[in-house]
């Protein structure tokens, strides 16, 4: 807590073009966001810690629940292309690429001392009070990384490093499961333990 | 969140001695913190929609904090109980034992419609925002269930339903990391399909 306090008590240089004020406001919603929520972060304290005027912030966004969204689907696309970046890397088996994809999400998990966790799945327990149209964003967002491990997946079974029946629809789907559960203990342990111990059951198991 | 609304928005029936405004109070809690968060659920809300004022309030809490730790504990203490129910039911192997936990858990998330989730679950999203004694109360919380688990899993080894080798403590924390995922997922889609999912894919990769 000390550390989030302290970061966001440190005044910030202000933006000096409409590309650096967007910019700048999505990726200090994307710290809020990760580390309070949605429901606990207020705009008047994001634009503060920024050093943003309110009518800059309605030049680029219609509202809270606006922005909200816009910093969910970048950071939707971060992980896209993180996954894509292993999980498409053919100087690997498909098994190893997941573990790599793993290992860079661990790793990124502790480069913030484990304060932000996922956001999909820290907006993910807000559902119930969060505006409606998130629903559909954070469902979508699921599909979009479960299809990349799933056909990680089914490369692993083309290269027989899983089982011909492996249904690798629904491993992918306990991948996701099991991975934001583990993301959510690391968080709250401030250890990447839970991240190492689900990884490593799946994977085992998936390979026997 | 129509379901939820009603809920809040009926008017109960007050409670008429002590023993009732307590009890009262900690369901009323458990109620608005599963579904709402610790953060998000105002003190004010929770006294309005069950009419108890606020000096009988802090008769039994000295804060909200103390209040939101005493829900905790009962909830904690509600599935001891549900767990102990079915993990030491000797009529049943250790297995089957784990699956009607998980089924009887599963209903009591539809029973719902999927509106609660886990309170711990959900709490241990808020880390970062919660006072400081929440952390430690969930982490007691999950190595409360999480050994009635592990010691389901020694008998399970004891009466060769899984191998010789397997570390069941290992395994009982994957259990939880896997489980609480789960139940995120399925509040987040309204379907219970996750936490079949996911309790497919642990028993039977533990069964192999």
Redesign the interface.
Known sequence: ?SE?KRKRGRPKVRPDSHTDTKEALLQSGLEWLT???F??SSLDSILRSIQIPKGSFYHYFASKEDFGLAVLERYRLFFEHKLDKHLLDESHSPISRLKNFMHDATMGIERYQF?R?CLV??L??????LP?NF?QA??DT?LSWQKRVEMCLIEAKQQQQIGPDEDTE??A??F???????V??A???HSSA?LE??GT?FLE?LQ?
Chains 1, 2 share one sequence.
């Open positions: 807590m989030l580390q309070s929520g429901c606990s304060a966790g799945g820290n993910e327990q807000e559902i119930q009070t409606a629903k954070i469902v699921y629904a491993l789907k306990v996701w499961i099991g991975w934001e559960g583990a959510s203990r968080r709250l342990l839970p111990q689900f059951f198991r026997r």
